[in-house]
């Protein structure tokens, strides 16, 4: 018996067997038609009992495993071989693994093209047909075909895959697959060979081999770029679109091979949006004299997205993105979800949370979830698993670009893709900024959707459409002082690497594409794991509440991306527990999400305040401030208090190593304080703001005067937005600046400096 595959389901899958039919058996697993965007009548799923092998020296290929050779083990596909579900559940390291099984065409195929199709197969893929060698592809998350109409033949027809996956090479994508033998920190169980449907396909002599909608909702109409394979003479291309099973717009072109044109109007026009989509059916006909050669089916949504200023509007409106995170993994299919309903029912959870999105992290997922996702009105970001690249190296970036090229073929027809992210929290390397500078001709490919040049971290495509950080701050008056900047004046922002100039806030939309990922205790046991924060249910539901408020009561905040749908193995901070059963009822996280964002009700705040510096930070030239680590005696604030004793040494103070410090005295103990003496010849300032960088907590006074108590630590220097306090104690003349910083924990820093500021005279 094979490990982890229930008898009941086993006994069905042995009972199918090798059966050939034309339309998918209900008893394959993951029987039904993996393209709902591209999909032909005849058509013959490949899934179900393969035969398997590891290939522990990879040496198949020189002995002959192409043809003719039995492999010992037994797998159902499409589940990799690391999960349940596949009767394998090997979860060491798997370089090489050869897969065999037979097939016939049934008789309805015969005398047509025949384009053999794998949905995604990770990592390297070479394949066979009785025996002769039809090609390969690498990329872990792209589909690719062969034509074998040449190749098949009557009667049985041997089908042999070997699958080269080298996770830790650094030249493949990975995502969030372990690089180690174990799942470890937010990495988990990897995945191997085929983990999407394998299915047979017949088309006439000319078909569409791939096509483009370009949806107009203002005109009414959807634009088609069609991509032709054999005879253009005498061939045409009928366009059909349907609403609710009435014909609404039909269109006839000439065929043009991969630039056949056509403009489809419209008689009914209804609009995508989200939560409230609406899809069109297509049926797209290659006809020769008047008959069809090869018929597609597939839909569309009409929508549009633009960019105005810092708004991201859909459909011309302002929609707040309350997006999750979702990674897209089973704990019995691993990348590979058990069925389509648990794809459907995934949405439909975050739904039921509050969610009106995801973004789809690290991995690539099924067409068949997109397609829910268009069905149900929700909003996804299309995501490359760019973990596991070196991007320093030169073929790895281009095997990279290259599968992200595939990604927008495959899936640029979806509506509810809202925009497209290929990289994820890279680093300042001078690769990544040339891997990002690259991946901007996601613009020129797909002109239609907003691009992200890297989510969180570093943005050095001054071009890029959106731009986000990353923020799992637990404090959420720290988290608040973050933002207050951007919401108060739109022209300044947060972000992960305030020190890197290249990575500067340009105005675009912005939003907070990853916060919280708390952990809740339950009483389940679901063995040792890890979160962000950790809480019981009744302080989770008021820290995501103060933390979320946040972003929604900012004008200039266009959506966030909660950590995240579900725990993943020992990753422990979702929403919901693995196996997808609610830790407390979602309906609370609803009630919290889908109040009205400032965002979606007020105009965006923008007021471009020219800064000057008042008293300068240490982080760009050294500031000599006295200083002093053990306690003083009361009164160390005031102005005339006498520091002569004190040491005297050169900002900023604290540990190397810290981030975002630029650390020129050492400060090494539990506290400091410090004190520095500055003049100012102007204090009229319509905005005043301290430049902060603290970790932990401090407490800044101005000429005696409490002007702000910081908790937490941040990780750059931040605009901290002045109170009054701050306005009434400074003054014309000399000033003099004391704070106090303490540590408990980790690194340590504190620098602080104040700017001032009004508006430009128009």
Known sequence: MAQGVPVCMWTLWMMVGLMAT?????????????????????????????????????????????????????????????????????????????????????????GKRLLLHFGAVDWHARVWLNGEFLGEHRGGYTPFRFEVTRQVREGDNELVVHVIDNTRSGKQATGKQSHERHSYGCVYTRTTGIWQTVWLEATGDTYLRSFWLLPDPDGGRVVFQGWIDGTQKGTKVRLRAYAGGKLVGEEVVPANWRNTIGVLKLSTVKLWHPGKPFLYDLVITVERNGRAVDTVKSY??????????????????????????????????????????????????????????????????????????DKLGYMVWGEYPSWGLNLNDYEAVTHAVQEWREVLERDRNHPSIIGWCPLNETDSSAGAAFAQMLLATTQTMDPTRPWLDSSGYVHFVPETDVYDCHDYTQDPEVFARRYESLKQLGTRAWNNVPGDPRSAYRGQPYFVSEYGGIRIRTERSVGEGWGYGETDLQEFLQRYKALTDVLM????????????LTDIEQEQNGVYFYDRQPKFDPALLKAINSRPAAYETQPPRVIDVRWQTLLPTSQQQAQRWRYTTTPPSEGWFLPDFDDSAWQEGEGGFGTPGTPGAVVRTLWSGKDIWIRRRFHLNQVDFRHLALLLHHDEDAEIYVNGTLVARVTGYLTGYTEHLATEALRQALRAGENVIAVRCRQTVGGQYIDVGIVGGNPPVR
């Open 300 to 373: 569309f949504g009409l929508r549009k997205i633009t960019i105005e200023g810092n708004r991201f509007l859909i459909n011309g409106k302002p929609v707040f993105q309350r997006l999750v995170l979702d990674q897209g993994y089973y704990p019995d299919g691993i990348y590979t979800a058990p069925s389509d309903e648990a794809l459907r029912r995934d949405i439909e959870l975050a739904m039921a949370a509050g969610f009106n999105g995801a973004r789809l992290h690290q991995k690539v997922f099924e067409p068949r979830f997109l397609y829910w996702a």
């Open 553 to 564: 009561d900012n004008p200039n905040m266009f959506g966030f991306c909660y950590t995240q």
């Open 22 to 110: 034309v339309s998918a058996q209900p008893l394959v697993p993951r029987a039904e038609h993996p393209r709902p965007d591209f999909q032909r009548d005849l058509w013959l799923n490949l899934n179900g009992e393969w035969e398997f092998e590891i290939d522990d020296q990879g040496v198949g290929e020189q002995q002959g495993w192409t043809s003719g050779r039995r492999f010992s083990r037994r797998i159902i596909v499409p589940f990799c071989p690391e999960s349940r579900l596949s009767g394998i559940g090997y979860t060491d390291f798997m370089t090489h693994v050869w897969y065999r099984r037979h097939f016939r065409v049934p008789a309805s195929m015969r």
